[in-house]
């Protein structure tokens, strides 16, 4: 059992920028980060493998750089040029594979979620 914690979420205007951080209490494969706007189905956003490779979604290609620190277990979502559409619940996600998956059930674990709200 892998336990994810979200934290980084908070309310900008649009154009600036937040750090979403997901600490994993043990060892996990395949990681990424989802959001769900109010009415809206969960949607994938990036993922990331054990090697650092990648996937973003086309709304935040060149926006948003996931990254992950394999020692200490710890996710980033680094977020620029935040849009009003970007306003979401923001979720890390762990599983097994496979690997950059953006269909939620791929995901074993998942945290409590973290706000993001952006102004315009």
């Known amino acids: 059992q892998v336990q994810l914690v979200e934290s980084g979420g908070g309310s900008v205007q649009a154009g600036g920028s937040l750090r979403l951080s997901c600490a994993a209490s043990?060892?996990?494969?395949?990681m990424g980060w989802f959001r769900q706007a109010p009415g809206k189905e969960r949607e994938g956003v990036a993922a990331?493998?054990?090697?650092?490779?990648?996937r973003y979604a086309d709304s935040v290609q060149g926006r948003f750089n996931i990254s992950k620190d394999n020692a200490k277990n710890t996710l980033y979502q680094q977020m620029n040029s935040l849009k009003p559409e970007d306003t979401a619940m923001y979720y890390c996600?762990?599983?097994?594979?496979?690997?950059?998956?953006?269909?939620?059930?791929?995901?074993?674990?998942w945290g409590q979620g973290t706000q993001v709200t952006v102004s315009s």
């Open positions: 990331i493998d054990r090697d650092g490779d990648t």
């Open positions: 996600a762990a599983g097994y594979g496979p690997a950059h998956s953006f269909r939620v059930g791929v995901y074993n674990y």
């Open positions: 043990g060892y996990t494969y395949y």
